[in-house]
């Protein structure tokens, strides 16, 4: 294992291929602030219409209510509770760094430096 800038860098040749652009990966971070948005207004909404329909007499606005607390309450477990993205992967995290660019750069002023 070499060192470049004090971190570990890979040296095996398979690890020094260009990775996959990082275009592919979405803002995590924003879509779970929306994600969390939307489980509160799904109780705010719920919570209307359960007054609304329980003032008009019908029995059906215990029924919304219960639906709009079972869906924000999921929203926002998934999100917030267990910081979980609904729609990725359990395994799959954005690119912070790409380990492999030092590595490159150290094969390059390696070979700059036998010259």
């Known amino acids: 294992m070499r060192y470049v800038n004090g971190k570990p860098v890979p040296t095996d040749p398979d690890l020094?291929?260009?990775?996959?652009?990082?275009?592919k990966y979405r803002n995590k971070k924003t879509n779970r602030y929306y994600r969390t948005i939307a489980?509160?207004?799904?109780?705010?909404?719920?919570?209307?219409?359960?007054?609304?329909?329980?003032?008009l007499g019908v029995a059906i606005g215990f029924i919304f209510l219960g639906l709009a607390i079972l869906l924000g309450l999921i929203a926002i477990l998934f999100d917030v509770v267990l910081k979980y993205d609904i729609g990725y992967?359990?395994?799959e995290k954005p690119p912070e760094e790409d380990?492999?660019?030092?590595?490159?750069?150290a094969l390059i002023y390696d070979s700059m430096k036998d010259d």
Do not use: I
């Open 16 to 23: 020094l291929k260009p990775t996959e652009s990082a275009t």
């Open 89 to 91: 992967a359990a395994n």
């Open 99 to 105: 380990p492999t660019q030092a590595a490159r750069e």
């Open 39 to 55: 489980g509160l207004m799904f109780l705010v909404l719920g919570g209307f219409l359960f007054v609304l329909l329980t003032q």
